[in-house]
């Protein structure tokens, strides 16, 4: 195991440079998650680490060592793909072994290492079958135990579960999150779904357009947002957004709403409200906007409400049993604690 450092990493392919000074300590042991949209670099970043894409300037350190100029192999990660990336006409037991062909174990040690692999991924059963002959979650698994059986110092999985449908992608999060408890090697993690980096993370890394926006904990990218970006793309469905005037006493929605906030400002400034649909409820309370029910979406335990407003279609969580009816007229409340201010022009939190 190893803790990784990037520093000042930038990347450009010709005059367009896609990357723009990422800093990040990982710590030994530790569970990152990379997450963002599509071309933000958050894969990029991950093959720079693996020495698959070359660093235009910046340093990437394993350990105490500065990688930049290493070979892949000489690095000490071990990369599991999109795509399983495994040979069809090996057996799950030649697969898993290809990961130490260059290893100077002994044949003893490398059928040991290659037994304690497959009993941790619970594919003992499966080691003489080919790839043909497994699931999808399966096949994943054979990629995963050709990464570990190498004892790496760094884990890298480049959105390694977008291939799998819901019910496995759901099992395979759970399967490498206590793979990791079990193992405790440093892994960094590429996703561009939330919920996976929410639930499998010890920290998040939200990246946009080659920039790193916030690096917390999921509780502190959740609660904490610290800009209107992060806000709207951690969290499902995303954090509705109200305009309004941030003024000395307090907000002044657009919609017509005021209320007192811990934040003041002694010229009047254009803000963003961001309020979470799990924040919004139909009790009385503070009111925060009103509006007419337009679409129910049920989902068992509870109904997402789309609400017309004056500032716009509202997401908002009521009851799954008693939920308004479409064409019902509404209003919103929510504890003031749970409302987020950005700057408009800025988009920062306002703290």
Known sequence: MANLTLRNLTKSYGSTQVLHGINLEVGDGEFVVFVGPSGCGKSTTLRMIAGLEEV??????IGDRVVNNLEPKERDIAMVFQNYAIYPHMSVKKNIAFGLRSSSLSKPDKEKRIQEVAEILSMVPLLDRKPNALSGGQRQRVAIGRAMVRDPAVFLFDEPLSNLDAQLRTQMRLEIKKLHQ????????????????????DRIVIMKDGHIQQVGTPAEVYHMPENAFVA??????SMNMLSGTLTVDGVALDAGTRFQTSQTSGTPQDVMVGVRPDDLTLEAGNPVVSGIVTVREPLGHETLIYVDTPSGEIIAKASGKTPPEVGAHVTLSADLENLHVFDAETGLALR
């Open 232 to 237: 709207q793309f951690i969290g499902a469905p």
């Open 182 to 201: 079990r193992v405790g090697n440093t892994i960094v993690f590429v996703t561009h779904d939330q919920v996976e980096a929410m639930t499998m993370a």
């Open 56 to 61: 235009t300037s910046g340093e990437v350190l």
